[in-house]
Antibody, heavy 116, light 109 residues
């Protein structure tokens, strides 16, 4: 069965970077995009960006461009999302999801807390 | 950028029908997908391409899309349907290409 398993919770200081992983199984990894979505406490879903594991192409939300990098390692079927220059507004649960036009399978989420 | 507007909350008694709207300019020209999110859980796809149900989603969940409004309908509402619901569209010509609605909290009375 399709599974996306994310790395564990992180606590970071302002200005630091975080890298979250998302390991896929149960499907052809190169055949679907991986999207990253975040959700701040008590807030809605925010699309962060998308990476194509087949060719590495990416598309990022304009507000995050310059701070975010999304990559994949096809040998380990793992996607990564790195966010730099963290501030308190980046405190959120970060999700990866398998994507075409819709997001049909999601990871369990990774809580990233930014605090001094 | 493209905006999707949902009512913040909908309340419904068990056994009745809940309708959740998702408003967007000419949304009928786009495919709309719907997600259910229960507290502490990841979102789950419940409707895709306006009205298709993934395997395992009850027939009580249905969708439609016309004009400037897409609608998620939950028939014979159960206590377990209490959750946040989000609509979403994809359009490669938009920036950003993926957009979520503002979300609706469904409360079962």
């Amino acid at each position: 069965q399709v599974q996306l398993v994310q790395s564990g919770a992180e606590v970071k200081k302002p200005g630091a970077s975080v890298k979250v992983s998302c390991k896929a199984s149960g499907y052809s990894f190169n055949s679907y995009g991986i999207t990253w979505v975040r959700q701040a406490p008590g807030q809605g879903l925010e699309w962060m960006g998308w990476v194509n594991p087949d060719n590495g192409h990416t598309s990022y939300a304009r507000k995050l461009q310059g701070r975010v990098t999304m990559t994949t390692d096809t040998s380990t079927r793992t996607a990564y999302m790195e966010l730099r220059g963290l501030n308190s507004d980046d405190t959120a649960v970060y999700y990866c999801a398998r994507s075409i036009a819709e997001f049909d399978y999601w990871g369990q989420g990774t809580l990233v807390t930014v605090s001094s | 950028s493209y905006v999707l507007t949902q009512p913040p909350s909908v309340s419904v008694a068990p056994g009745w029908t809940a309708r959740i709207s998702c408003g967007g300019a000419n949304i009928e020209t786009k495919s709309v997908h719907w997600y259910q999110q229960k507290p502490g859980q990841a979102p789950m796809l419940v409707i895709y391409y306006d009205s298709d149900r993934p395997a395992g989603i009850p027939e009580r969940f249905s969708g439609s899309n016309s004009g400037n409004t897409a609608t998620l309908t939950i028939s014979r509402v159960e206590a377990g349907d209490e959750a946040d619901y989000y609509c979403q569209v994809w359009d490669s010509s938009n920036d950003p290409p993926y957009v979520f609605g503002t979300g609706t909290r469904v409360t079962v009375l």
